[in-house]
């Protein structure tokens, strides 16, 4: 059964990334992994513009524990993607990140993802509670 798509409007941050040469496979789109690097991409290129995290060497990062993405639309080299961030969920200790992958003309997401963070001490890997700055700069993506 196919999934509505989202839109631009279902987001709060955008940044824009060209794609690769590389990004394609042989059967000229991009290929399924690479939609995870411009996913990852999204999400830590936020925490490190919002400054509310010491990345990569501070006390606290954040650990995938789960992934998962819709494709609506293929992708691939020459397309500029734009993509579209924000939180689903907000816990004690982790987050739900939501990413849409746009093409630059578009306003429908070609692909849907969630990926969730835990975070923990980088010298424990024991789970802490969300630094207060982190959880302030994360609720504006709500």
Known sequence: MPCARA???DYAHFQTMTTRWRDNDVYG???NAVYYEYVDACVNGWIIGA??????????VGLVVETGCVFHDSLG???QIDTGLGVAHIGTTSVQYRV???RH???LAAAEARF???YV?????RPVPLPAAFRAALEALV
């Open 51 to 60: 400054g509310a995290l010491e990345l990569p060497h501070g006390p606290v």
């Open 77 to 79: 080299f020459p397309d």
């Open 105 to 107: 003309d578009s306003d």
């Open 7 to 9: 839109s631009r409007s």
């Open 100 to 102: 849409g992958l746009f």
């Open 29 to 31: 789109h991009m290929n």
């Open 121 to 125: 001490t980088a010298e424990t890997r």
């Open 116 to 118: 969730a963070h835990v």
